[in-house]
């Protein structure tokens, strides 16, 4: 399998308190890796670490064989978002513009980033919301939608980049069980289709059935990491062990 992403001893500290202390992990291509764990562990932390929004204080992060970060040193500026431009991310309290209707949301960067004709990217957009279910919406202003169809918005504006890889930070913790289902529908339907994923999420049951890979973390560390059923099953480590007992 085509490896996609490569994260060897990342660290991360914000002054005196060490958040990221040695995390390694390897994505492949058209795998769904579901990050799970404590709160505090570092998840999110490490997510934003891939995307740059956070400056890893060491380690090395290798994207597409690219290289990001290499021990500890970035490469140039150009070429980190050259190659962050390679991931999509969805934001646990979705990032839209709240000013401009859902269509000119999703059209947003590929017409003025991209420099892509108007009408194309319109016609791409119909396709993505068509896919999460919102035919009909392109119209409305985010203030009109509910957090599920926010949530689902946010998720066709992501793949209107056409991402290699798609990273989810917490995408549901904010949204009530009914309108959950329906992000998780949606990220289902994406882990079916073989895009790659890197969720960290509180949904253990999109963990256990839609994950090919489970990463446990705690105190900034990957206590555990394996198939699914093993972590919820099997776990090794005692702190895993412990976690799991407790939500089951």
Known sequence: ?????????????????????????????????AVIGTS????????????????????????????FLKDGSYVAEAEQRRICSKMGMVFQNFNLFPHISVMDNLIYAPVHV?????????????????MVGLVGKESAYPGQLSGGQKQ???????LMMDPDVLLFDEPTSSLDPQLTAEVLAVMRDLAQKKMTMVVVTHEMGFAREAADKVLFMGGGHI????????IFHNPKDARVKEFIQSIL
């Open 40 to 67: 505090g562990a570092g998840k999110s932390t490490m997510l934003r670490c891939l995307i740059g929004l956070e400056q890893a204080n060491g380690g090395t992060i290798t994207v597409q064989g690219e290289s």
């Open 1 to 33: 399998m085509e490896e996609m992403i490569r994260v060897e001893n990342l660290k991360k500290s914000f002054g005196q308190d060490e958040v990221l202390k040695s995390i390694s992990f390897t994505v492949e291509k058209g795998e769904t890796v």
């Open 223 to 230: 206590l555990e990491e394996g198939a699914p059923y093993d």
């Open 114 to 130: 991209r420099k892509e004709d108007k009408k194309t990217a319109m016609e791409r957009a119909m396709e993505h919301l068509k």
């Open 152 to 158: 689902r918005v946010a998720i066709a504006r992501a």
